[in-house]
């Protein structure tokens, strides 16, 4: 009898060790071994799943899989790695994976996210503004655990009445009434986005590389260029540019172009979604693409490498949680 209770204590003993490890796996994606980090052995653990050299629990399904695509595999090993290296965080990884999907997908395969009279449709259907927001940025931080009040705070999408009208009058040179600003509730604007980032400090740190013109502003002209060369590009900041020549006012381009950067090279160029117009496909749908960035001396500023009209004005780096940015 006593020898038949020390097995049972022995084996529930082994049990909830074991329930104690899953489940702190489960809290932390990449760290399968339930120690509180990302390690190389977590990585190696991950490669073993992928390649059936090792059964991983159930509750180390979760973890292991860091991309969320329903499968273990290498790709899981190599961000577990990366991320055990500083080289990655868990939000670069989401981000990544939330943005890249929707490369080469026409606009109507977009989740629908404005709501604009016909009158304005053609031009509007060729913005792609709300798609850096609305359909990666703030889509990335709910799957990478942010609440919805915090998701609210670091990626507004919706502003005052007042605030929008202005936005609006700006962009069809007119005067909306009341009752039709109802319509544009769910519109994005850049230039409201970018307003609301300079006057909350707290929220984000802002880098300017040109001063410029926005009628939408009440002083005009913002900041000088003092900060550029604090700059280091990192996954997840937020391009604020222009690709409107024949609004350039005294040599200041208005804000009409958001992007966000999603890779980032050694040599210090990034890639980014697509923020603004999006390319025209064989039949005529535009559809969204990635865009490579490149320093140009001659501006201090960076560029399309396609298209030196396409200039940055300012990169917001949002202020997420230090565990995000770890490296």
């Known amino acids: 009898m006593k020898k038949a209770a020390s097995i049972f204590l022995t084996v529930s003993i082994l049990f909830c060790l074991c329930f104690s490890l899953t ?8 760290d399968v071994d339930g120690d509180g980090a990302v390690t190389a052995g977590d990585a190696r653990f991950i490669l073993r799943f992928s390649v059936n050299l ?34 990655d965080t868990y939000f670069n990884i989401v981000l990544y994976n939330t943005a890249h999907p929707y490369v080469g997908a026409t606009f109507k395969d977009l989740p ?12 509007a259907k060729k913005w792609c503004c709300y798609y850096t927001i609305r359909a990666v940025f703030r889509p ?47 519109c994005y604007f850049p230039s409201l986005l970018l307003d609301y980032y300079l006057n909350h400090p707290e929220v984000c740190t802002c880098y300017t590389f ?17 900060n ?14 222009s690709n409107k020549v024949s609004t350039y006012v005294n040599d200041y381009p208005t804000v009409d172009h958001t992007a966000q950067i999603i890779t980032v090279a050694p040599d210090g ?23 490579h960035y490149i320093w140009w001396e001659k501006t201090n500023t960076y560029i399309w490498e396609h298209n030196d009209i396409v200039q940055t004005l300012v990169i917001v780096r949002p202020n997420l949680y230090e565990s995000d940015y770890n490296s």
Do not use: H
Not at 58 to 84: F, H, W
């Open 140 to 186: 990335a931080l709910e799957k990478a655990g942010y609440s919805k009040e915090e998701i609210d705070r670091l990626a507004p999408d919706n502003y005052d009445a007042e605030r929008k009208a202005k936005a609006i009058k700006t962009m069809l040179n007119s005067t909306l009434p009341k009752w039709m600003l109802n319509t544009f509730n769910t």
């Open 112 to 123: 629908p996210k404005t709501s604009m009279f016909d009158v304005v449709y053609q031009t």
């Open 269 to 291: 160029t990034f890639t980014c979604t697509d923020g603004c117009i999006l390319q025209p496909n064989p039949n005529d749908e535009p559809y969204v693409t990635e865009r």
């Open 228 to 241: 550029i060369a604090d700059y280091t590009p990192r996954v997840g900041d937020i391009l604020f540019a």
């Open 23 to 30: 489940g702190t796996a489960a809290a932390l994606p990449g």
């Open 210 to 226: 040109r001063p410029y013109y926005d009628d939408m502003f009440e002083d005009g002209v913002l900041y000088p260029t003092e």
């Open 54 to 87: 090792e059964a991983p629990l159930s509750a180390q399904r979760a973890p292991a899989d860091i991309d969320d695509d329903g499968e273990i595999t290498a790709s899981d090993a190599r961000y577990a790695l990366r991320m055990a290296v500083g080289l």
